[in-house]
């Protein structure tokens, strides 16, 4: 898939304020500092479209993203950042989860984990969720380029050993660097192909 544009279009607490869903929207969440603004500037192509920070807990709203005028990219709040309220992360978690369950035109959820770090039990306690859920999801592993080839199998496989205690049938997955674009590609043609779907689904409707 080329990109030929790609815009900021709102940011929103309510997904009943979200915008029309006539269009495939595709959702990225992930734990604070996972690299999620890097590897969504890099998919689109684009410098700053998602602001990048090293402090955690810098995305507090759901933003929608129009790509090619023909679907919507979602950046998430990430999960599992401490230093806020419980009271206010409360709040967070349940704007997510009510987005999640209830956006009619969420084709798939992107659930980011950083590739370097061993199989957290707050990634798997989320990841469970979208299975207790049935949600469709996807796994995106960040930062491979900080890591060899032989560390990064190593580590994907802990991950995916870890959750194969709750799953039957594994959730897909992308192997992906922000920095050299690594699984870009990949990830962008499945889009594509999720598309074509939706609009199928549109079209016989």
């Known amino acids: 898939m080329i ?37 969504i500037n890099a998919l689109l192509n684009r ?3 998602a602001r990048t920070s090293g402090t955690p807990g810098k995305t507090r709203l759901i ?15 990430g999960y599992g950042y401490a230093r806020i309220s419980k009271k206010e992360r409360e709040k967070w978690e349940g704007m997510i989860r009510q987005y999640l369950i ?35 999801l996807k796994l995106v592993f960040t930062k491979a380029d900080k890591l060899t ?10 991950f995916k050993k870890a959750l194969s205690e709750w799953w039957d049938e594994l959730p897909g997955f992308f192997v992906t660097s ?6 870009c590609e990949a990830l962008l043609q499945f889009i594509e192909s999720e598309n074509k779907q939706f609009q199928e689904w549109s079209d016989g409707s």
């Open 47 to 49: 410098k700053n479209l």
């Open 102 to 136: 209830k956006r009619p035109n969420l084709m798939h959820t992107f659930v980011l984990i950083d590739v370097r770090i061993e199989p957290k039990p707050i990634d798997i306690e989320f990841v469970n969720w979208f299975g207790e859920k049935q949600l469709p």
């Open 178 to 183: 922000a920095e050299n674009g690594d699984g």
């Open 3 to 39: 990109i030929h544009s790609a815009e900021f279009i709102a940011s929103n607490t309510n997904y009943l304020k979200c915008p029309e869903s006539d269009k495939a929207e595709y959702a990225f969440i992930g734990r604070s500092n996972v690299g999620k603004s890097s590897l």
């Open 149 to 158: 080839r032989p560390t990064l199998d190593r580590n994907v496989a802990a």
């Open 63 to 77: 933003n929608h993203f129009l790509v090619n005028d023909a679907w919507y990219l979602v950046d998430l709040p």
